[in-house]
């Protein structure tokens, strides 16, 4: 079981759990991870309390129906607490009030499905994790991960940001991890993968992965790409692209480095504000298709900004809670 949030809040964790549950609709709205991002942002205590909601319905989810429900009971024992609560009884009661409010949906959990493990970091920070099998990911700023481990199977999703995969081989247990419309197969290997919106970039730095895109006859069999080299998916084509890469430009963001080779603007933008105190905004779509190549430290994103107008036909206006980057009359230098 994670550990109970310190100094736990009813509210904060009715939220967790509400904010756990909206995650998991399949018709949710797209803004919704955004909007997850900036709850976890606020408050430490935001990230905290929706760890310990998730791993408590990782753990129901994977026990049978009789384990389940002492599992509850144990739980909503302690509903009624003394007048003076223990973290760990304040914490349980509040999960318990949240199951009986449907606030979680457990009937989903039901059977041999487990529910899936989130792990996630606020903007700025990146994360290291050992999974159940041993695997190992970094997780890049803002980011967020599912993972959902079975007999037969070990599939990750990125659901937004970057992560770094050291992966474990089992040949009776494949590797797989989903990013929007792709799936990337390891096979014995370090791969980083990369989501932006629906644009995917997988970088390999050992061994071999087979990435497949959604489509059919679009994307063929998919691309088998191994160490130094970049598989992109583009969304609008619906296409796979195969470049290359080196270690140090695949997994540059774990020493504070974003690393870019002929990117749109806008990309580079988003994946900069995964780092940057200060959100960037792009005014008008006429700069988003910029190419840009080059290094962003996120440890000086401000020195960044400051000097891309010598690069690109923009201004940059600094304000106290944002950052707008909108088209001057300079003729551009790509």
Not at 121 to 137: E, F, P
Not at 244 to 251: D, G, L, N, R, W
Request: aromatic content about 8%; glycine content about 10%; overall charge negative.
């Amino acid at each position: 079981m994670a550990n109970t949030p310190q100094h736990p809040d009813e509210q904060v964790l009715l939220a967790a759990a509400d904010w756990w549950t909206r995650l998991r609709d399949p018709h949710g709205a797209e803004a919704t991870t955004e909007q997850w991002l900036d709850w976890t942002a606020q408050d430490d205590r935001h990230l905290a309390a929706f760890e310990y909601v998730s791993a408590f319905g990782e753990r129901l989810g994977t026990l049978d129906t009789a384990a389940r429900r002492r599992l509850l009971d144990e739980f909503a024992f302690a509903a009624t607490p003394p007048r003076r609560w223990q973290p760990l009884a304040a914490a349980a009661a509040v999960v318990a009030v949240a199951v009986g409010a449907g606030f979680l949906v457990w009937g989903r959990l039901a059977g041999d499905m487990a529910a899936p493990a989130i792990y996630a970091s606020a903007t700025g920070q990146n994360r290291d994790i050992v999974l159940a099998d041993g695997s190992k990911v970094a997780l890049g700023g803002a980011s967020r991960l599912s993972v959902r481990f079975s007999r037969d199977q070990r599939h990750v999703v990125l659901e937004a940001g970057e992560a770094y995969f050291q992966v474990v081989h089992d040949a009776r247990r494949p590797f797989e991890v989903g990013a929007g419309d792709i799936t990337v197969r390891d096979i014995g290997t370090a791969f980083d993968v990369r989501r932006t919106g629906r644009e995917v970039a997988v970088a390999v730095t050992q061994g071999e992965v087979r990435v497949t895109g959604q489509g059919g006859a679009a994307t063929g069999r998919g691309v088998d790409a191994g160490a130094g080299q970049r598989v992109a998916w583009d969304p609008v084509a619906q296409a796979l692209s195969v470049g290359t890469v080196t270690p140090e430009q695949a997994t540059g963001w774990r020493s504070d480095r974003l690393e870019f080779v002929g990117e749109p603007l806008a990309v580079v933008i988003a994946n900069v504000n995964r780092y940057s105190r200060r959100p960037v905004r792009l005014d008008g779509s006429g700069l988003a298709g910029f190419s840009f190549t080059g290094t962003v430290r996120t440890d000086e994103i401000d020195s960044w900004l400051h000097a891309l107008p010598q690069v690109f036909p923009l201004q940059v206006d600094m304000g106290e809670h944002a950052v707008t980057l909108s088209a001057s009359k300079a003729s551009p230098r790509r």
